[in-house]
């Protein structure tokens, strides 16, 4: 009787046979999974430092009100992008892809 399958993705970055090519294919989905999980929560704590309680120093620094609008806006639009887009990023190079095609592209939004 064959030893049950576990449900869990991370057990196998440990399998025996670590040359195979499912092996290698496993580990790869595996670290993108971390990957898109990390964008999830950059996009998140983006939102939460700009709308929640622990804002961010960056933008409370500066004394021009439409600046600090402006760039909230870019902030969060980038966030935004990160949630509906960032399954499509597999490297840093795609989530950047992702500001300057959904973001620096915007009219209003300047950084």
Do not use: W
């Amino acid at each position: 009787m064959a030893a049950p399958k576990n449900p869990d993705p991370s057990t196998h970055y440990y399998e025996k046979d670590s040359s195979s090519k499912n092996s290698y294919e496993n580990k790869k989905k595996f670290i993108q999974t971390i990957f898109q999980d990390a964008l999830g929560y950059c996009a998140t704590e983006i939102i939460r430092r700009i709308i929640g309680y622990a804002h961010v120093a960056d933008f409370s620094a500066l004394k021009d009100h439409h600046k600090i609008a402006i760039r909230k806006k870019t902030a969060l639009l980038f966030a935004k992008n990160l949630l509906t887009h960032g399954n499509s990023a597999e490297t840093l190079e795609n989530v950047f892809e992702i500001f300057s095609q959904k973001i620096a592209s915007h009219p209003e939004c300047k950084f």
